[in-house]
Every structure is written in C-alpha cells, then in structure tokens.
C-alpha cells in the first residue's frame, strides 16, 4: 500500500471510527438506551456543605425509587453531582464539565444564588434544562429564562409571611436584618424592604456577614443599637447559627426568624438548646407528616437508598425535585430531548406527585407554592405554626 493510500484508509477509519462513537442522528445528548444522565454542580464541602449533600441525597433517593420500577421508558435516570464549594467561578467550572465533559442531559439540584447568577447564561445559552435549583432569587423566576424550573416559592414570598406574622401576630414594628453581603442576601432584603413598605414601616437596622464565613461580630454590633423586637435571617446555617449565639450571650433576647435556605436542620444542630423558639420559613411539606402520602413516599424512597439518613426540609426539596423531573421524562415520550421536555413542563405546569400537586411554569403565577413557618422546638424537632 503506498503511503498516499495508507494515509487515505487511516483518515477513512478514523472518520468511520468517530462517527460510531457519536449519538446516532436525532439522539439527545446525555440520553442512551438504557439511561438519562443529569448533573448537579453544589457545596458538597466546606462551610455550606449540608445544603449540597441534602440535595444530592434526596434527588438520588427519588432516582432509585424510579429506577426500582423500571425507569422512564425503560431508562435508569442517573446523577453525576460536582463540587462548587458554593462560590460562583468554581460553579461556572463544574457546570462547564459537566455540560461539555461528562454530557449530561439536565442540571438539577443546584444550590444557591449567586452560583445561578454566574451559572445561568451557560445554561441558557445551550438551553440545558436547570431544574429545581435551591434558591428563591427573584431573577430565576424571570419568564424569559424557559431553560429554568421552580419548584419552591420566592424569597420575596418568604420575606412577606415573616413580616405578615411579626407584625400582625406580634404587633412588632422594629424589626432587623442580617444577612449574606451577596446577590442571595440582597435579594433577601430587597423582599424585606417590599414587605415592610407595605405596611408603612422599615427597617430599624441592618448587619451584613461575607459568603462562606463566620464573622458575624461587626453585624451584631451595628444591629444591637437599634434593640429590634425581631431580626430576620438571610444566610446560610454556619453564620445564622454563630450570629444568635453571639446575640444570646449578650443577653439580647430578640425573635430569630430565618430563610428556608438556611439549612433548618442544620441549623438546629449548630444551635443545639439554643435553638429553642427559633423559627424557620419552610417552602415544602412538613418532612415528618406521614398523613401525606408524598411524605411517606419520600421518607420510604430515602430508607430505601440509605437507611441511616432522617427526614429533612432541603433532601426532601431535593427529592421534589427528582420527582417533578421522571414526571415530566415519562409525559415527554420515549424519545425526549432537551426543548421537549422543557416544552412538556411549561405545557402541562402541574404535576400530580404521590397525591400532591406540584406546580410549576407559568401555572406557578396564579398558583404560587405555599409558605410555612416552623418553631424550633427544645429538643432540637420542628414544629410547624400558623401563627407566632
């Protein structure tokens, strides 16, 4: 064989070679026979790592129970969950992989607000769905953004039920905030701020604490002056944890009232006795009420994947999340791709999930998901209120 001929066959193998190894025409990427790949780009360590590892657990907790029956249209649904340590350029990083490296078909489970922010245009631009991300930031409910699935209500929506109830339950009018000095945070404030307004107030005094630490002292410090009846909580447990402690021992006994994403149990734990009273907005179903067979199914579904796990607000989010998406996979079809499957969600907006309706899309504007409040109880449970 002469060397132009030899040539011309190893370009021809090659050739051949990598046409076998891509998805035949019309497949979906991160879609094979046998399964549907998704991606989760979260803390999974350091300082916020619970609220990642929550999430990781409750979605695969819903893929295993899905998978125990077969699947999607005969298809195993599986997670590839990468660490972003909660910092928007490391998210960037790991949602890149995992889009361009390990090919998955969706995102789902992130965990934050501004690891989204930084994250969003990647997502859009290639129109990959972002399914159930743990955060209630006002832009990723923007309607122009089709590639994004809520299904937890707004921190705006949060903001309004603590002001509702301290004002109106407590008759409390000098009310704080402490929160996170980010796009999380402010979001946060911003709902505060709307809040109050509304009924003619605002705020006494405001202490803000950077991503990712502890040092709360100053914030404490510039909130004390005002002496608030109540001082509401935008952040993540570590720092909301070591900010009523620090409050406590100085003997200031204002009512505590946090965001859901605050990681409650989390928070619970830091706190231990000193938990007591504090109260968490909730924007699930109360994890432990087995009345509701979606909660059984959830707290069966976790056993099943690892028993020596407990019910809780963010795995349970987590698992919502798992669900809402084989939902829409099995309405989809048998050959879904990414623009169907989005397109399936929007159109049908409410999903039936274990006898519960999950609402989402556009159907969310006119049902918009509920909000709760939780007290933490003594011996570290929750107790869920209608009023304070």
């Known amino acids: 064989m002469t060397r132009s001929r030899s040539a011309t066959f190893l370009a021809l193998t090659i050739a051949w070679l990598t046409a076998a190894m891509l998805p035949a025409k019309g497949d979906e990427i991160g879609i094979s026979e046998d399964a549907i790949l ?97 955060s209630g930031a006002e832009f990723l409910r ?28 407590r008759q409390f009018t000098r009310i704080a905030i402490f929160y996170q000095d980010d796009s999380f945070g402010r979001d946060g404030l911003s709902g505060v701020k709307r809040a109050l307004a509304r009924r003619g107030l605002e705020l006494a005094a405001e202490g803000t604490f950077e991503r990712n630490t502890r040092a709360v002292a100053s914030a404490w410090r510039t909130i004390k ?12 447990y570590g720092p909301c944890a070591e900010f009523i402690k620090l409050a406590r021992r100085s003997g200031a006994r204002p009512t505590f009232v946090n965001v859901s994403f605050v990681g409650a149990v989390a928070l619970a734990r830091e706190l231990g006795p000193e938990g007591e009273g504090v109260i968490v907005s909730q924007v699930v179903p109360f994890p432990w009420d087995r009345s509701l067979k979606l909660v059984a199914d959830y707290q069966a579904a976790q056993t099943a994947f690892d028993p020596t796990l407990t019910p809780d607000f963010v795995s349970f ?14 309405q989809a079809g048998p050959q879904p791709t990414r623009a169907s499957l989005l397109r399936t969600i929007n159109d049908v907006g409410r999903f039936d999930i274990s006898g519960s309706t999950i609402t989402v899309g556009m159907r969310m504007i006119d049902a918009p998901p509920k909000v709760f409040l939780t007290v933490i109880q003594k011996d570290g449970t929750f107790k869920a209120v209608d009023r304070l």
Not at 225 to 236: F, K, L, Q, S
Not at 318 to 326: D, I
Request: no cysteine; charged share 20%.
């Open 38 to 134: 998704f991606g989760q780009a979260a803390a999974l360590e350091g300082p916020s790592s619970a609220l990642g590892q929550r999430m990781r657990q409750g979605i695969v907790a819903a893929f295993t129970e899905i998978n125990s029956r077969g699947g999607v249209h005969g298809r195993k649904l599986q997670l590839v969950s990468r660490d972003d340590g909660y910092d928007p350029d490391r998210s960037v990083a790991q949602t890149l992989r995992l889009i361009e490296d390990d090919k998955v078909f969706a995102l789902i489970g992130a965990v934050g607000t501004p690891t989204a922010l930084a994250t969003i245009p990647i997502t859009s631009a290639r129109n990959v769905p972002f399914i159930g991300p743990l």
């Open 142 to 169: 923007d309607l122009e953004l089709a590639n994004v699935v809520n299904i937890r209500a707004s921190y705006g929506a949060e903001a309004e039920t603590w002001i509702k109830h301290l004002t109106e339950d």
């Open 225 to 236: 002056r005002a002496e608030p009846e109540a001082i509401v909580m935008v952040g993540t």
């Open 317 to 330: 989010e987590g698992y919502l999340s798992g669900r809402l998406a084989a939902a829409a996979l099995e």
